[in-house]
């Protein structure tokens, strides 16, 4: 069966990654060739993994006045996330 896009565009030989991960990253060539000659493009893809935060997600913490309180927050993802504590 020829789908929709290969119907519409019939030049285009869609590469489809349906689950990527994170070591699907990196250099693709895609290349053609003909009697007439060939021609190449290169992607760079990057895969990126969205945060997540290690830990139950409600803690209860108390403290004193004009003393410092630790909120630690362990995020993790690609690009490395920026912890927000408001």
Do not use: W
């Not at 489809?16 to 290349?31: A, K, P, Q, T």
């Not at 803690?59 to 920026?82: K, M």
């Amino acid at each position: 069966m020829t789908s929709y896009l290969q119907r519409r565009l019939p030049r285009l030989l869609p590469v489809i990654c349906s689950n990527s991960e994170l070591s699907d990253s990196g250099h693709y060539d895609c290349r053609a060739k003909n009697k007439a000659g060939r021609d190449s493009k290169i992607f760079h893809v990057n895969v990126r993994v969205p945060p997540t935060i290690s830990g139950p997600a409600y803690e209860e913490r108390s403290g004193l006045e004009n003393r410092a309180l630790v909120l630690l927050c362990d995020a993790r993802g690609i690009p490395e996330p920026v912890n927000r504590i408001c």
